[in-house]
């Protein structure tokens, strides 16, 4: 076993936690106050090639594996969430599909666009009635000769309206549910394919999170991703992966609270002496640092089997449940920490506490990795 980063992923985490703390960090606090996506911020990533990070160099990518892509995603959500999981789709969600399931032609086309971070991707999976239960969605794709031509709406869409290219699943038979979802990339523009309601959200504030609405919107047959009826597969094994780009963001953001409360535990004085010299305080942030460094395992250990080959799902569903619960306990304690002083915006724990929330939520539920792992262990 060996525990070493190589030297490429300790190169990789030094450029993105210097870009992160000169770049990211001194707007974050601003942007999630006026709900602002920086489009700056992404184009900066694709400077540095953050944006094709696992994706071999002929479709524009940097050929790094998965752990560096994780590592990436921690060090940005340090500092800024949103910024964490605008990579994060991007990557794993919009970028992974095509890369798996795309043609030739899809990849020479879609995912070096997404690779050099000339476009900006999506994942359209989750339905106002299709949340967890996805099968269940009801957005419809029926073939007329070289197109399919979609109807019905997309909530809660990360990255919607700012995105250029959206993995879009939808039914092409009604009947079959989930054998009869279907995977496509559309992009935007296209005509019948506008915005809805833009979410006033808790935390992540500064990632987009936006309605998409299908109103026969003809996309190109050109456009199918996979086979008709494979839609469902391609969502799930995305997912597989996705899920571990999220644990890597509550990685990161509980970290970024675990080194804010150390700071201001050794500086904040009562009693004539430091709090960190109180037990019941120490006691906390020894507590907060264990857990961390088991959701960094369990995140890097996921990456890690990916990188090689071997099955993931389960890793990373378990990744994306022990350190997204870390997280928000993480945080809780560190708003604790500071007092009253927590409490406000003059300091980021606040912001690192409502972010944390999400990474229970998203990608799977909580209770949904938990079924996911169940099933996976009783099938083994
Ligand atoms: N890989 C391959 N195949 C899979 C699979 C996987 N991971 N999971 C399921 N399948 C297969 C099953 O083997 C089964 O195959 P058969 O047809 O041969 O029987 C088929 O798919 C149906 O599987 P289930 O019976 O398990 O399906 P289900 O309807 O019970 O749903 C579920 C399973 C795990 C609950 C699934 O619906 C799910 O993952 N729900 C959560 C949705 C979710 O995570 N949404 C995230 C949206 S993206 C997001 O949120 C973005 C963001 O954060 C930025
Ligand atoms: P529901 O499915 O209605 O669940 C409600 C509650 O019931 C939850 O606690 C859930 O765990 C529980 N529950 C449901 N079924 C079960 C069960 N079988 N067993 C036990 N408990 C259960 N989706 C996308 O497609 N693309 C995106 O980019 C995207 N980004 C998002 C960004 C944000 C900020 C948010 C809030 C959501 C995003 N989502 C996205 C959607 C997200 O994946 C869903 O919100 C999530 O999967 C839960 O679905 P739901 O909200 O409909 O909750």
Redesign the pocket.
């Known amino acids: 076993m060996n525990f070493k980063l190589t030297d490429e992923q300790k190169m990789l985490q030094k450029v993105v936690r210097d870009f992160a703390k000169k770049e990211v960090e001194p707007t974050a606090a601003e942007r999630d106050e006026e709900e602002r996506f920086d489009r700056a911020i992404f184009d900066k990533m694709a400077e540095l090639g953050l944006t094709g990070i696992p994706w071999p160099e002929e479709y524009g990518g940097i050929g790094a594996d998965y752990v560096s892509y994780v590592i990436a995603i921690e060090e940005l959500s340090r500092v800024c969430a949103s910024t964490g999981?605008t990579l994060?789709?991007h990557l794993s969600?919009a970028s992974w599909p095509i890369f798996k399931y795309g043609s030739e032609e899809q990849k020479q086309t879609f995912l070096t666009q997404l690779a050099t971070g000339e476009k900006l991707g999506a994942?359209a999976?989750?339905e106002p009635g299709a949340?967890?239960?996805?099968?269940s969605m009801r957005t419809t794709a029926k073939l007329d000769g070289d197109h399919y031509v979609l109807n019905g709406s997309k909530v809660?869409i990360?990255n919607g309206g700012v995105a250029d290219v959206y993995v879009v699943f939808a039914k092409t038979d009604q009947d079959a549910?989930?054998?009869g979802i279907t995977a496509f990339v559309v992009e935007k523009g296209t005509e019948g394919f506008t915005f809805g309601k833009k979410e006033k959200k808790l935390g992540i504030r500064s990632s987009p999170t936006t309605e998409l609405i299908f109103e026969n919107c003809k996309v190109p047959v050109a456009n199918r991703l996979g086979e008709e009826g494979e839609g469902?597969?391609i969502a799930?094994?995305t997912?597989?992966g996705?899920?571990n780009g999220?644990a890597a963001q509550a990685l990161g953001i509980a970290q970024g609270a675990l080194d804010a409360a150390v700071d201001y535990a050794k500086e904040r004085e009562q009693f004539g002496k430091p709090i960190a010299q109180n037990q019941g305080i120490s006691f906390k942030l020894a507590d907060m640092a264990t857990e961390i460094e088991a959701s960094r395992l369990l995140t890097y250990q996921a990456a890690w089997l990916e990188s090689e080959g071997l099955p993931y799902?389960k890793a990373s569903a378990m990744s994306k449940l022990f350190a997204g619960d870390t997280a928000m306990r993480v945080t809780v304690e560190a708003v604790q920490v500071f007092g009253g002083y927590g409490y406000t915006k003059d300091y980021p724990v606040e912001r690192y506490m409502r972010d944390a929330k999400?990474t229970q939520i998203?990608?799977?539920?909580n209770e949904?990795q938990r079924?996911?792992i169940g099933?996976m262990l009783t099938k083994e």
């Open positions: 999981v994060s789709a969600l994942y999976l989750s949340g967890s239960d996805v099968s809660w990360t549910k989930h054998k469902f597969k799930m094994t997912l597989d996705g899920r999220i799902g999400i998203y990608e799977g539920t949904i079924l996911v099933r």
